[in-house]
């Protein structure tokens, strides 16, 4: 089992800017693919980011150009940074954790979530 600890996130003007950080342990199978996910309120679950071990990254299109997704695997960490925030992108963001295989589904480890409000 796969133990997540999520930091950052908060509230920010339309525009600003936000990093979120999540610390994993767990084997290194486990924590092949690092993601980001959000819900916002009656809304389903929905992929943000995902990197691999070895570096490759995929975004949402409604993200695409303004987040960044990023890892240390020695320190077994993944941060996003989010450019440009827009009101939409207010959710509940999640960090997972996952072996291979494809991001559309929700499976895998989960951090317990952070409150990110975009809002003038």
């Known amino acids: 089992q796969v133990q997540l600890v999520e930091s950052g996130g908060g509230l920010v003007q339309p525009g600003g800017s936000l990093r979120l950080s999540c610390a994993a342990s767990?084997?290194?199978?486990?924590?092949?693919?690092m993601g980001w996910y959000r819900q916002a309120p009656g809304k389903q679950r929905e992929l943000v980011a995902g990197?691999?071990?070895?570096?490759?990254?995929t975004y949402a299109d409604s993200v695409q150009g303004r987040f960044t997704i990023s890892r240390d695997n020695a320190k077994n960490t993944v941060t996003v940074q989010m450019n440009s925030l827009k009101p939409e992108d207010t959710a509940v963001y999640y960090c997972?954790?996952?072996?291979?295989?494809?991001?559309?589904?929700?499976?895998?480890?989960w951090g317990q979530g952070t409150q990110v409000t975009v809002s003038s």
């Open positions: 997972n954790a996952r072996g291979p295989g494809t991001l559309a589904t929700m499976t895998g480890s």
């Open positions: 767990g084997s290194i199978l486990s924590t092949y693919i």
């Open positions: 990197i691999t071990r070895s570096g490759r990254a």
